[in-house]
């Protein structure tokens, strides 16, 4: 199946920074990318769907101004977490729906997020 | 608000036992499904999806789910296990028709014992 790849696998900021995860598709073009968040023991939490060239809907409940996504290319989204609180650690996890595949969207790895 | 229930979080059986994960899912309208896999330390990945059809959909590795209308259930059943099945198992669902924004279960955790 196709790759996605998210960066960095895992990361530790101190709270009140800003961290950015990176989530590309290997060898796809993906149209649309969805973010989830995944506390311990919960389910995986939709975010916000992003499209290539247009802004990011987002859920309800998930401050846009805080979880800023960017998917300015077809191989690449960003999810910035900015001024990191320690109630935002989490698992970030992305998926990549490719052009002319509406069926199936591949997921990347996950990012776990540490804001001490 | 929809949501998507998993009975068992954690699921220990011997080599060639059988299997079956229950799912069950809030919402009465129209639904796709899906069974996802994640091995330890790799990437989610899709056992099988209902759409529409047969509601007995088989997957990949001997896998398959019922799709039980009247009881809003997704069981994922697999006739004998193997040491290689130890993974995380997702339920997910999407609502209205959507195939891709999906709500998740909180997910089973399966272990199999050689």
């Known amino acids: 199946g196709a790759v996605v790849s998210q960066h960095p696998s895992w990361v530790i900021c101190k709270s009140g920074t800003s961290v950015k995860i990176e989530c590309r598709s290997l060898?796809?073009?993906?149209?649309?990318m969805f973010w989830y968040r995944q506390f311990p023991k919960q389910s995986l939490m939709l975010m916000a769907t992003?499209?290539?060239?247009?802004?990011?809907?987002?859920e309800q409940g998930v401050e846009k101004d805080k979880f800023l996504i960017n998917h300015a290319s077809l191989t690449l989204s960003t999810l910035t977490v900015t001024s990191a609180h320690p109630e935002d650690s989490s698992f970030y996890i992305c998926?990549?729906?490719?052009?002319?595949?509406?069926?199936?969207?591949?997921f990347g790895q996950g990012t776990r997020l540490t804001v001490v | 608000a929809q949501s998507v229930s998993q009975h068992n979080h954690h699921v220990i059986l011997s080599e060639a036992a059988s299997l079956e994960l229950g799912c069950n899912y809030s919402?009465?309208?129209?639904?796709?499904l899906f069974w996802y896999v994640q091995y330890p330390g790799q990437h989610l990945q899709l056992l099988l999806k209902?759409?529409?059809?047969?509601?007995l959909v088989k997957g990949i590795k001997g896998f398959e789910a019922e799709f039980i209308k009247s009881k809003f259930s997704f069981n994922l059943r697999k006739p004998s296990v193997q040491w290689s099945d130890t993974a995380e198992y997702f339920c997910?669902?999407?609502?209205?028709?959507?195939?891709?924004?999906?709500?998740f279960g909180t997910g089973t955790l399966l272990a199999v014992q050689p």
């Open positions: 060898d796809f073009q993906a149209t649309t």
């Open positions: 992003s499209n290539e060239g247009s802004k990011a809907t987002y």
């Open positions: 998926s990549a729906l490719g052009r002319g595949t509406s069926t199936e969207a591949f």
């Open positions: 997910a669902v999407g609502y209205g028709g959507a195939t891709n924004k999906l709500i």
């Open positions: 209902y759409f529409s059809g047969d509601p």
């Open positions: 919402y009465g309208g129209t639904v796709n």
